[in-house]
């Protein structure tokens, strides 16, 4: 599967951003997705996660009530919603995606075999 990520910019800290990630393919809805962000010098980090029925999500605990992930089988796509942005926030954002035979989320990178070329979302103080 191939994924096209889009909808990164540049937004005052305290708004909004939404991203979409677009994945090629009729099988969509067999991958449980995930995004993914990095800053110059640190390691990728998790940031939310679906399963592939759209059912199960997860997230990690500074995006908890502020990020919401989704997903769209029929248009094989998937979106990260982000409110009350922080600096902190600002990274370049990748979406990920891999084979799933459950409904389960993943969270770990090196669990996915997929990836799209990131997306830079940048938060001003």
């Known amino acids: 599967v191939q994924l096209q990520a889009s909808g990164g910019g540049l937004v005052q800290a305290g708004g909004s951003l939404g991203l979409s990630c677009a994945a090629s393919g009729r099988t969509f809805n067999s991958y449980a997705v995930g995004w993914f962000r990095q800053v110059p010098g640190k390691e990728r980090e998790f940031v939310a996660a679906?399963?592939?029925?759209?059912?199960?999500?997860y997230y990690a605990d500074s995006n908890k009530g502020r990020f919401t992930i989704s997903r769209d089988n029929a248009k094989n796509t998937m979106y990260l919603q982000m409110n009350s942005l922080k600096p902190e926030d600002t990274a370049l954002y990748y979406c990920a995606a891999d084979y799933s035979r459950t409904t389960n989320v993943k969270i770990n990178r090196a669990e996915y075999d997929y990836w799209g070329q990131g997306t830079l979302v940048t938060v001003s103080s």
């Open positions: 679906i399963g592939r029925s759209g059912v199960v999500t």
